[in-house]
């Protein structure tokens, strides 16, 4: 499925389209999963719990932030493509992010387990016929067709290795 199949487009899947660009939803999570492999763990080891702006995450918070959304964008995805029938909550990174003990763990401890996880949604995707994939997913707040929730996955993740790049990889010093 290429984004361009999209029937109903809110305003916020501008971005993780723009984010993907034209790629099929098969390539964008593997390229995804590639991304996560070419990460250079000595330098974010360096980086540590250094931010660029005070009450900003840490590297280590923005890993977690991704590992725990996109579980919560599978159990969605899940959701849908079973027809269960009930509405996903709403939940909150900012509370989520105040919890965790991500700071904790070690660098490599997180981008493994940011691996598995991504192999595992790459799996559960691959595992969903067309028509699965074209289903109408309704949310508290929007609507999109379910293999929109794997370009979400991807483009978050596109987003925040940017900020990343842009603001975490110049505290290596």
């Known amino acids: 499925m290429k ?3 999209i029937k109903k487009n809110p305003e916020f899947l501008e971005y993780v ?3 993907n660009g034209d790629i099929e939803l098969n390539e964008a999570l593997q390229l995804s999963l590639n991304q996560i492999n070419k990460l250079d763990i000595a330098q ?7 931010t660029y702006e005070k009450d900003k995450w840490t590297v280590h918070k923005i890993l977690q932030h991704l590992i725990d959304w996109e579980r919560i964008w599978c159990f969605r995805a899940i ?10 909550d709403a939940y909150d990174q900012e509370i989520m992010g105040e919890n965790s003990n991500a700071d904790e763990l070690s660098i490599e401890q997180l ?3 940011l691996r598995l996880v991504r192999q595992s ?3 559960m995707f691959e595992s969903f016929n067309k028509k699965i ?20 996955i991807t483009a978050h993740q596109i987003h925040h290795f940017n900020v990343i790049q842009e603001r975490y990889l110049s505290l290596d010093n």
């Open 3 to 5: 984004n361009q199949e």
């Open 17 to 19: 389209l723009k984010l």
């Open 44 to 50: 974010l080891n360096r980086i540590g719990l250094k």
């Open 79 to 88: 959701i849908f493509a079973r027809n269960e029938g009930s509405i996903p």
């Open 111 to 113: 981008v493994n387990e």
């Open 121 to 123: 949604s790459i799996v």
């Open 133 to 152: 994939l074209e289903t109408n997913c309704r949310f508290f707040e929007y609507e999109m067709p379910l293999f929109t929730i794997g370009l979400t």
